[in-house]
């Protein structure tokens, strides 16, 4: 789902798809069944988005809402989303219809301002499209804009606006925040000052959003990542001794056991 720009199955080491994407949105009533590719690993699928045309990477509602149909109906127990960075609507509407939500940030600056700038947006655009909270968009949408004539600098400015101008609100409003629970990923990590940036995130997402994000952990920096990607082979096959991997298989129990109460489970 990195629309325009999917280069997942080279670092699968899968030839160029026949089908992609852009064929389904081209084919009436086709299922998704149809787009599975093999990859060689057991119980493991790909839906690539290689090779699509220009104008997926703008897809439009009604395209967005028939592949997220589709994609609920696949007879799997996991389905794994990769998507793009960015903030674009389709991206974070994607984020948002998952049952589990993964933020990657790297250890650096630009990295963690792009992530907080993802999680802001993902956060008011699931407060706008919430039924409950209709009469109070406009107040939101005041919020999303940073020279808002009510000063609203942040979330909690919104939270204290919502309590004080419709208190029978600020009930449904603070339901949706606790809902709102992405988990946060630190890649690359070679200090221990790489490690905590994690828990300085989770702080700042709690003081600013009121939203209690979950650090599920950090990926040590492995040089032999970008061998794997090279040789074209998947890490964890080409080097399972790493320590990286012991990360990995780390998260993935976590999250399995964690969050193994849906169908479809949708990360």
């Not at 794994?80 to 903030?87: E, F, K, S």
């Not at 399995?256 to 990360?267: A, V």
Request: glycine share 6%; hydrophobic share 40%.
């Amino acid at each position: 789902m990195d629309l325009g720009g999917a280069n997942l199955h080279t670092t699968l080491g899968v030839e160029l798809p026949k089908q992609t994407l852009s064929d389904f949105f081209n084919q009436s009533d086709s299922s998704l069944e149809n787009f599975l590719i093999p990859t060689g690993i057991p119980y493991l699928q790909l839906i690539s988005g290689a090779q699509d045309s220009v104008s997926i990477a703008n897809i439009q509602f009604d395209q967005k809402v028939q592949l997220l149909q589709k994609i609920r109906e696949l007879n799997t127990d996991y389905i794994v989303i990769d998507l793009g960075a960015g903030t674009g609507f389709n991206t974070i509407d994607f984020f948002l219809y998952a049952d589990i939500g993964l933020v990657t940030v790297l250890p650096e600056p630009t990295s963690i301002e792009n992530a907080y700038r993802f999680i802001k947006s993902a956060y008011y655009r699931r407060l706008l499209h919430s039924k409950n909270l209709k009469d109070i968009r406009p107040l939101i949408h005041s919020a999303m804009d940073s020279r808002n004539a009510m000063n609203l600098k942040s979330p909690s400015d919104l939270f204290r606006e919502v309590n004080r101008a419709h208190p029978e609100l600020g009930t449904a409003l603070k339901r949706e925040i606790e809902l709102f629970r992405p988990k946060l990923v630190v890649n690359q990590a070679r200090t221990q000052s790489d490690v905590d940036i994690g828990m300085s995130i989770k702080t700042i997402c709690k003081k600013y959003f009121g939203i209690d994000m979950e650090y599920i952990g950090f990926l040590d920096y492995d040089s032999a990542v970008w061998q794997a990607v090279r040789r074209k082979r998947p890490f964890m096959l080409e080097f399972p001794n790493s320590k990286l991997v012991s990360n990995i298989e780390r998260m993935v129990t976590y999250l399995t056991k964690r969050c193994g109460n849906y169908k479809n489970e949708l990360i």
